[in-house]
């Protein structure tokens, strides 16, 4: 029998949180960039087992009116068991409950992804707008 998974709302440690990102497909970021963003989140919710980081998702932006969705990573041992839907389900309370009246809610969606985020009413920006990016 597999020990519970804890829902904690905190952010991760900056070392494990590159370290799920590359487990789950995403690129590493650069250690002190991430303890820096980790602390500036609106919202930080992970998934933990046996003390062992397997899920995690973050809301930034700037608390008002824009709020973008990050980092939504499960370990590919535990996907295909509703952890991504669970993480999403929380992002989105948190979103209900907090968001103001016509604030912007974004993120980026990588396929098959996409299909988690639309059953959370999120929809495809193509082609009034397209989603664009610089990395330094």
């Known amino acids: 029998m597999n020990p519970a998974i804890d829902i904690i709302y905190e952010a991760p440690l900056p070392e494990e949180y590159n370290e799920l990102r590359v487990k789950a497909g995403l690129s590493a970021k650069d250690i002190a960039g991430a303890s820096i963003a980790l602390g500036n989140s609106i919202f ?3 998934l933990r087992q046996s003390n ?3 899920g995690m998702g973050r809301i930034i932006g700037d608390g008002g009116c824009f709020y973008h969705i990050v980092d939504i990573a499960v370990d590919p041992s535990y996907q295909g068991k509703g952890l991504g ?3 999403m389900a929380e992002i989105t309370q ?3 409950e907090n968001a103001f ?3 912007y809610v974004s993120l980026i969606a990588d396929s098959p992804a996409d299909q988690l985020y ?5 929809e495809y920006t193509y082609p009034k707008s397209v989603g664009m990016y610089k990395k330094y």
């Open 52 to 54: 062992d980081l397997i």
């Open 85 to 87: 839907k669970l993480l």
């Open 101 to 103: 009246k016509d604030s």
């Open 94 to 96: 948190f979103l209900d």
């Open 44 to 46: 930080c919710i992970i």
């Open 118 to 122: 639309k059953k959370f009413g999120f």
